[in-house]
């Protein structure tokens, strides 16, 4: 079935789950606008300080949505809705967009639409002409989860494994730091990785031929820090090899559970979004695989796969075709499943 996408609505999209400030607006059917803005300082720290996070937030929320208004040429009368991550992501820092887009909502008389954020990640693949059609496997990939989902509908999910323990792009992330790379060390690590020998090492594919679409990445990780500290003598050159070896380990699993539950699904559309879906590897991997295989592959731009307010205005503008909307007791909620029904 063609996902449409509505060409009646103007929604304002506002993004501030973790630590990018964003804001977008969709109009016509149209992305006018997205700007982004990151918090790059968390990378001293090794990982995001909850309460500079939302200091951050509250000092860029203005100007970045001012800016969106501003590229799209529009002013906030021109606006039809807002529609405002209200979950998962961390505390703080979701209240600074949420309150905000409250503001708006109740100065301006404008309909509030809360979004989920691994929601407004699945549907980013509609912000790219080549969309896929329902129902579809969508994996999501990025900092703070990794699922397998089976997309009905808009608002219509079954959850068919994610991961029991790190993210993907935790691990990403986490090995990123033993081998000095900074934060996020995604990537760093991609990079990397291009001039490295991904057979010079053999970590484990956890999970990988068990039944369940459940994954595992934290064996992963501590196999690289064992790894690591049996050769502390490890040459310099040698870093891309180990950076190699472990993202092969790591897309190996995501492509190969995901093929499967398309294969046993009968699905022939396989969406996959969230940050760790920029990887070049991941993306080539699955560009192959799928077509060898007939099925098709669809992933956003590398910008409308980290997080964004695109993807938070293009639910938006789904949502408030099927009239779901909110009322200003809407709350933010730091974890909150998927796979439920609107
Ligand atoms: O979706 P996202 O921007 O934020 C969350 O919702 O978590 O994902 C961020 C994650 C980080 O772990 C980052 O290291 C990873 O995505 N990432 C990548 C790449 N670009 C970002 N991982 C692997 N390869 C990349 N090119
Ligand atoms: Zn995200």
């Known amino acids: 079935m063609k996902l449409e996408v509505p060409v009646n609505h103007c929604v304002l999209g506002i993004e501030s789950s973790c630590d990018e400030t964003s804001a977008a607006i969709i109009a016509n059917g149209k992305l006018e606008s997205v700007v982004v803005s990151s918090q790059f300082f968390h990378n001293s720290f090794g990982g995001v300080v909850p309460e500079l996070a939302s200091r951050a937030h509250l000092r860029a929320i203005v100007p970045i949505v001012d800016e969106a208004l501003r590229q799209a040429g529009r002013s906030l009368s021109s606006i039809e809705a807002i529609a405002v991550t209200n979950t998962p992501g961390l505390m703080g820092s ?3 967009g949420l309150n905000y887009a409250k503001g708006l909502s ?3 008389g404008l309909p509030l639409i809360g979004i989920h954020h691994i929601e407004a990640h699945i549907f980013s693949a509609l912000l790219e002409e080549n969309r896929p059609e329902l129902p579809f496997i969508a994996l ?3 900092g703070g989860h990794t699922l397998l989902v089976l997309v009905k509908d808009v608002g219509d999910y079954e959850l068919l494994g994610e991961t029991l323990d790190d993210a993907a792009g935790e691990a990403f992330d986490k090995v990123g730091k033993m081998l000095g790379l900074g934060y996020p060390a995604g990537p760093a690590i991609d ?3 291009a001039s490295g020998n991904a057979s010079f090492v053999q970590f484990p594919r956890a999970m990988m031929s068990e ?3 459940d994954f595992s990445f934290s064996g992963i990780k501590t196999s690289v820090l064992y790894w690591l500290k049996k050769h502390p003598e490890l040459p310099h050159d040698d870093i891309p090899h180990i950076a190699a070896s472990f993202q092969r380990a790591v897309v190996d699993v995501l492509v190969s559970k995901t093929l499967r539950a398309a294969t046993e699904k009968g ?3 396989i969406v996959v979004v969230g940050g760790v879906s920029a990887n070049s590897e991941l993306r080539e991997r699955f560009k192959s695989d799928a077509k060898s295989r ?3 592959f669809f992933t956003p731009r590398p910008l409308y796969s980290t997080d964004n307010a695109a993807m938070i205005a293009m639910l938006g503008a ?5 009239d779901v909307t909110h009322d200003l007791g809407l709350r933010a909620e730091p974890r909150h499943p998927i796979a439920y029904r609107t």
């Open 191 to 193: 990079k990397l990785a």
């Open 267 to 269: 699905m022939t559309d």
């Open 318 to 322: 789904l949502k408030l075709d099927r």
């Open 294 to 296: 007939k099925l098709r």
């Open 211 to 213: 039944e369940h679409y």
């Open 106 to 108: 109740s100065a301006l």
């Open 140 to 142: 999501v990939v990025s």
């Open 94 to 96: 979701l209240l600074v």
